[in-house]
């Protein structure tokens, strides 16, 4: 259901003809690669954040504030990495920016698969700042590089476009994150039929989620590619960014500006008239 709703406003933006007869994912450089990328980034993301704190209180036996407390290193991570990231994308543009950030998110989500059910905090502390780090180094230059590509007159679309991707990515990784630990969860539980049965289940689990963890990797691997692939996207003060404005659609010069004196019926035409008739 994401991919498909996915696909289907990238079908809009290419029917949709936007200011003077200029079509939407045209303007957006390299088409839909700028979606792979948001998309998976937000998939990964939200496998961790829907998952971990089931891991934490379930398979770890944290309270729910315990939990929630322990997760917030991942946003407080983004918020401080997220402008200087952004600054540096201005400075020397915004694939290798982006591309090393779903780097370090991916390694982040693959750095979880290995944390056990008795873990020390330390343990999953420097887990959640890895991929708060990866979230905050890859979403300045991504946006830059998606608003960057768009006429003014099309930056609202173009923003609308990215939070809807977000939102898409998100409820991706919910469906899959819950789909990968329903199927794998009934073989864990058939490894450890020799415990007790509540640490049986706590063990069974942890590592269905670690299982979902590897599946998020893989996802975010891709979005690595994507960002590679899209180039490298005009720096701040590129002459050869997009313009603010879009040129008319006919081609046709644009007509003079409305309350000209020299235009023709205008207030100097007419005095000129009842000058002669004199």
């Not at 891991?55 to 944290?62: A, F, H, P, T």
């Not at 407390?69 to 400075?91: E, H, K, N, W, Y």
């Not at 893989?218 to 005009?234: E, F, H, N, T, Y």
């Amino acid at each position: 259901m994401p991919c498909a709703r996915a696909g289907q406003l990238i079908g809009v933006a290419r029917l949709t003809p936007g200011p003077n007869g200029a079509f939407g994912a045209r303007e957006i450089e390299r088409d839909g690669i700028f979606v792979v990328s948001v998309v998976v980034a937000f998939a990964g993301l939200f496998t961790a954040t829907f998952l971990l704190p089931f891991v934490l209180q379930d398979g770890s036996g944290y309270t729910p504030l315990e939990a929630g407390l322990l997760l917030t290193p991942v946003p407080i991570t983004a918020a401080l990495v997220a402008p200087f990231s952004g600054a540096l994308s201005d400075r020397i543009g915004q694939r290798l920016p982006a591309s090393v950030g779903i780097a370090i998110l991916t390694a982040g989500l693959l750095s979880l698969t290995t944390l056990p059910t008795a873990f020390a905090v330390p343990d999953l502390l420097w887990r959640l700042v890895l991929i708060g780090a990866g979230q905050g180094i890859f979403l300045s230059p991504n946006s830059s590089s998606i608003l960057g590509s768009v006429p003014r007159p099309r930056l609202g679309t173009a923003s609308g476009m990215i939070a809807q991707m977000r939102v898409v990515g998100m409820a991706f990784g919910i469906v899959i994150s819950a789909a990968v630990v329903a199927i794998r969860l009934p073989a864990h539980l058939a490894t450890v039929a020799g415990l007790p049965p509540a640490q049986a289940k706590q063990e069974a689990f942890v590592l269905a989620a670690h299982d979902a963890f590897i599946v998020a990797g893989l996802i975010c691997s891709i979005g690595i590619v994507a960002s590679l692939v899209r180039g490298r996207g005009p720096a701040r003060g590129d002459p050869s960014g997009t313009s603010d404005t879009l040129p008319p659609a006919s081609g046709r010069p644009e007509a003079p500006p409305t309350g000209s004196g020299t235009r023709e019926g205008g207030p100097t035409d007419r005095g000129r008239s009842r000058a002669t008739a004199t």
